[in-house]
């Protein structure tokens, strides 16, 4: 399952991250000079937004993969970078006013370590925030919807935080208080079908996976499907992420 490819990532993913982001930090609005932390960054979405808002230089951006994180450098190159996993953070104790991780839990090694982690580095009354796509109102549904992999799709499901309240309670049991637990809704504009159907032949992530195992044959029928569900170009389509932001008990 690839997720390090940073050019493909961000024609398969980053043209739906990239407003979540802007929502995401438009709801935190961290002043400037916040201490930032932002978890499996990937190629820099999330991180690039809250640069604008706090600065670079209060910015410190982590992911497992070597490649995500080599990209993120040399887009941001005041940011502090680190090849790191959530599950286990090089950081002291209460390091950060903020910590983030956006579209990461679902796919943690073991999410409650990792939350646990970003607990840990945030200080006593400072905010983590995590989002996660809405299983049944993702970016890519309408795919799922058309390749019908049955085991797929329950594995899809049984990813924690996809299902209401769900990512709440991971939240809560890493030790931390759920201040909001809400929904983001973002929204993208395609120009032709085309444009939405290449990024999925890339082999990105489980959808790329699928693409890839198919035959010619069963890759043009998949396409058709996916066609014959979506409006005519163009069109726009919609997808929700769950939102939780937590306070780590102890100020004052």
């Known amino acids: 399952m690839a997720f390090d490819s940073p050019d493909a990532y961000d024609r398969f993913m980053g043209r739906w991250s990239s407003p979540l982001a802007d929502a995401a930090v438009a709801a935190l609005d961290p002043s400037p000079g916040t201490r930032v932390l932002d978890v499996g960054c990937g190629p820099g979405a999330l991180t690039t937004r809250l640069v604008a808002r706090v600065g670079a230089a209060a910015v410190t951006a982590v992911d497992p993969s070597p490649r995500f994180v080599a990209a993120l450098a040399e887009r941001l190159p005041g940011v502090a970078t680190a090849t790191a996993a959530a599950e286990s953070l090089p950081f002291a104790d209460a390091s950060y006013d903020l910590v983030v991780a956006q579209l990461v839990v679902h796919f943690m090694a073991d999410p409650l370590a990792g939350l646990r982690e970003m607990a840990r580095v945030v200080r006593p009354g400072g905010r983590v925030a995590v989002s996660v796509w809405d299983h049944l109102?993702?970016?890519?549904?309408?795919?799922?919807?058309?390749?019908?992999?049955?085991?797929?799709?329950?594995?899809?499901?049984?990813?924690?935080?996809?299902?209401a309240g769900s990512l709440a309670e991971l939240v809560r049991a890493a030790g931390l208080e759920p201040q909001v637990d809400a929904d983001l809704v973002v929204e993208c504009r395609f120009a032709t079908f085309e444009e939405w159907w290449e990024p999925f032949t890339m082999g990105v992530g489980p959808a790329g996976d699928h693409v890839t195992a198919l035959s010619p044959q069963e890759r043009d029928a998949l396409r058709d499907a996916c066609e014959s569900l979506l409006p005519p170009a163009p069109f726009t389509l919609q997808a929700a992420a769950w939102w939780v932001v937590a306070e780590r008990p102890g100020a004052g």
């Open 137 to 163: 109102r993702s970016p890519i549904d309408p795919f799922w919807t058309a390749a019908q992999p049955s085991d797929l799709a329950d594995v899809d499901l049984a990813r924690p935080g996809v299902r």
